[in-house]
């Protein structure tokens, strides 16, 4: 994606202790993530007392849930922490499904700052009992926060030559993620080979500061989850899903169950299919949300799309780039669209499937981020499928006169 922003960090670091009796005022988020954790010890115990050999494979699932913040500050900077993430490894089918029990990541995305492409995964420490987040980059940049209050950080950044930077957010949203994956393995074939089932998907609920944004919150989080029927799920005290019956893992194993089957009865090729949900911006009135999905079925390759959703946070309305532009004709806007596409790196007007001028945003789903609208053409739309998604970006004051009155509080 073309993404004129700055600094993407993230903050990898393993939990290896739970604390029964700490006071923590995070305490029911941290004993929701410990029952997680002990699950996926058993299973993970299980599923190592079995080997793979030849001809058969125990299959591997797991569920978790991961809780998610999104912050921002009044300087436009945005931040994004994850607590408890944790990604499948589908490269290596013998290994352990889950590499770590327990993981915290966070990305930060500076507006104002130089770019920083950095990894916060070395002497990283999460310690609930002493409420302390700090981790520390390879170049040795760090981050430092308390664990009960992870919207101010602390910063010192080395390679800028900088002092420490106090960081305190003005705003913030909440989501809990569910989480399930599941592997296996076919029977080894005449030739010595075997083909891989492997799913992930995810189920992501907003989460409201109070019971007076519930019903909003719902029809957003309703609609970006479409795959899954959620209207028997009820939400408890914290305003996360109840989920004592099980009732998340069967969503999962429902939708998983067909191409599973198929894959079971036919396994010559291979199955992967993943799928997230990201918050990409927000401000008082808008959310905007990315929704990403992989799938690969045999072939020289799978396929991807990345598609873009933007509501409002009053009404929960879905706001399509059909209703968002005033005239998609419009000479000028169509002039702009036009230059952007040919200032793509390695781009003329070969490239398209189609001559420029009948191309149309209206064939766009949009996004927003802290440089501008996003406007993102899916593979096979007006390029080949070597070329991937085509995505431009207006900034704020350039979409501006194209935007309908009734959505500038969009770009606020």
């Known amino acids: 994606m073309i993404r004129n922003i700055l600094a993407l960090s993230f903050i990898l670091l393993i939990l290896s202790c739970s604390n029964n009796n700490q006071t923590n005022t995070n305490a029911i988020e941290t004993q929701t993530n410990e029952t997680k954790t002990n699950e996926l010890k058993q299973a993970e115990e299980s599923n ?62 500076y507006k104002n700052l130089n770019d920083i492409y950095q990894f916060y995964d070395k002497n990283s420490i999460l310690d609930i009992t002493n409420n302390r987040i700090y981790a520390e980059a390879e170049n040795g940049d760090s981050i430092e926060s308390t664990y009960s209050n992870i919207t101010s950080f602390k910063m010192t ?12 957010t003005t705003s913030s949203l909440k989501a809990a993620v569910y989480n399930y994956a599941y592997s296996d393995v076919s029977e080894t074939n005449e030739y010595g080979s075997a083909s891989t089932f492997s799913y992930k998907d995810s189920i992501f609920l907003l989460i409201p500061d109070d019971t007076n944004k519930l019903e909003v919150y719902d029809k957003i989080s309703f609609d970006i989850n479409e795959g899954f029927n959620l209207n028997n799920l ?36 291979s199955y992967e299919s993943s799928k997230s949900i990201s918050i990409t911006y927000f401000n008082d009135k808008t959310i905007s949300i990315i929704r990403t999905s992989t799938l690969y079925l045999g072939g020289a390759h799978g396929v991807y799309n990345n598609y873009n959703l933007v509501y409002s946070l009053e009404t929960g309305e879905k706001i399509e780039v059909t209703n968002f532009i005033k005239d998609f004709d419009d000479s000028e806007l169509k002039s702009i669209m036009r230059d952007k596409l040919l200032s793509i790196e390695d781009r003329d007007e070969e490239s398209y499937l189609v001559p420029l ?41 350039e979409i501006n006169p194209f935007i309908k009155d009734e959505y500038l509080y969009i770009i606020e």
């Open 357 to 397: 001028d009948e191309i149309t945003l209206a064939d766009t789903s949009f996004y927003i981020y802290a440089d501008g609208v996003h406007f993102v053409w899916p593979i096979y739309t007006i390029t080949a499928y070597v070329y991937g998604e085509t995505e431009i970006v207006f900034d704020f004051d």
């Open 48 to 109: 190592n007392n079995n080997t793979k050999n030849d001809t058969s494979y125990t299959p591997k699932n797991i569920e978790w849930i991961s809780h998610h913040y999104y912050m921002k500050n009044d300087e436009g900077d945005f931040f994004s922490v994850y607590l408890n993430d944790r990604w499948p490894d589908y490269i290596n089918s013998d290994s352990e499904l889950m590499p770590n029990y327990e993981k915290i990541k966070a990305a930060f995305n």
């Open 234 to 269: 009820k939400r408890n005290e914290n305003l996360e899903f109840d989920d004592k019956k099980g009732s998340i893992s069967k969503l999962f194993e429902n939708d998983m169950s067909d191409p599973y089957d198929e894959w079971v009865t036919n396994s010559a090729d």
């Open 157 to 168: 950044s080395k390679s800028l030559n900088s002092s420490s930077k106090e960081i305190n």
